[in-house]
């Protein structure tokens, strides 16, 4: 993936001088025998020194090209954990390149020996060896490890209780039958099809199960040009539908939150969308937020439902490049009054409620009948 670093605003987040006492209070361990590794993943695990009583746990998922350390040092997670005494859980892709495995049938499957396979081993064990809570199991990740972080809410969605994906795809959406492999169709946001299709390929790689499952937060940048902006809107498709939301009818629409230049779509207290304008690939973690969406620093709640609309799609095994088909319906929606989108900004498309006129010299531009933007 073209991702290779975290912009300089995710170490702000962390001042050298904290990170400086991170390393004196507590260090990144590589942990080797943590039980069943089919895909030869490595785990890593930093465990502050005050340490909460039946503490929670993130698996932090690093980007393409990245590894366990530099994510262990570009992300506020430690510095937090510090703070708040729960344990990180950095695991590290053995896939050349460092990107994870989110293409293979092994790893979109449960226990079907992926990548996927084994940090959810890496968490079972932690829970075990630490008497975690297990009701504050959390996952995050950016890119690549966005992509992850979907698929293991699909696959184990009996382990995690919360997730935050970055800069992401929907799970399943990334299929090439191959491990690790890249599925520019997906990538470039042409995998368009409807909330049920996608809600019932999350389904499929735990088929039978009805419980609980993650609460899920879906960030993504209107100028990104590696994985484009298009999946943020077919990521909330396959949570709306799982959820039993509508896609596109957020109860919620917050402009300039969490911060300037960002929209939060409050779909219910399992699904939330935040969505930055001009923010690019490299999208900065935002650790506050985070920590009130898993319900650590208060706001957040671990309750959740399990509803979704029946669909016979599947992900396709008949093809490396593999698309799922496109929906062709249309959706009329008035336009806000006294309202402009700036640059970078979405502008139309099937069900799409917000700003249609573009800021001058800007033309709304259709990329697709689900997404248009200001360019």
Not at 43 to 61: C, E, G, K, S
Not at 85 to 110: K, M, Q
Not at 339 to 345: H, N
């Amino acid at each position: 993936m073209k991702f290779s670093t975290l912009v300089s605003s995710l170490m702000a987040l962390a001042p050298f001088s904290a990170a400086a006492e991170i390393v004196k209070r507590a260090t990144l361990t590589q942990v080797t025998n943590f039980g069943s590794n089919p895909s030869g993943a490595r785990m890593f695990i930093y465990v502050p020194d005050r340490l909460q009583p039946n503490p929670a746990i993130l698996t932090a998922v690093h980007y393409c090209t990245g590894t366990a350390q530099a994510f262990y040092t570009g992300t506020p997670y430690a510095r937090l954990a510090d703070q708040y005494g729960f344990i990180v859980i950095y695991p590290e892709s053995p896939n050349s390149g460092g990107c994870w495995d989110v293409s293979s049938r092994a790893s979109l499957t449960r226990n079907g020996g992926g990548n996927s396979n084994s940090i959810a081993n890496m968490v079972t064990y932690t829970i075990s060896q630490y008497n975690a809570d297990r009701n504050r199991v959390f996952v995050a990740g950016t890119s690549s490890g966005a992509m992850m972080t979907n698929v293991l809410a699909a696959t184990y969605p009996d382990l995690f209780k919360a997730a935050s994906a970055y800069a992401g795809v929907p799970a399943g959406c990334f299929y090439t039958g191959t491990v690790a492999g890249w599925n520019s169709t997906c990538a470039n946001g042409q995998s368009i099809t409807t909330q049920s299709a996608w809600a019932q390929t999350a389904l499929d790689m735990y088929p039978g199960y009805t419980g609980p499952r993650p609460r899920m937060m879906i960030y993504h940048g209107s100028a990104d040009t590696t994985i484009y902006p298009q999946n943020f809107n077919e990521t909330l498709k396959q949570w709306a539908g799982v959820f039993g939301y509508s896609y596109g009818q957020p109860q919620q629409t917050l402009p300039n939150n969490p911060s300037a230049g960002y929209t939060k779509y409050v779909y219910g207290p399992n699904l939330v969308g935040v969505y930055g304008t001009g923010v690019t690939h490299n999208i900065p973690v935002n650790g506050a937020l985070d920590m009130e969406w898993f319900g650590i620093t208060g706001g957040g709640s671990t309750t959740t439902t399990s509803t979704v609309a029946p669909s016979t799609t599947r992900i396709s095994t008949t093809t490396s490049s593999s698309r799922i088909s496109s929906s062709s319906s249309t959706t009329t929606t008035s336009t806000p009054s006294s309202c402009t989108a700036p640059r970078w900004a979405q502008c139309a498309g099937n069900g799409y409620t917000g700003c249609r006129t573009c800021a001058s010299p800007y033309k709304c531009t259709y990329q697709n009948d689900w997404y248009s933007q200001c360019l």
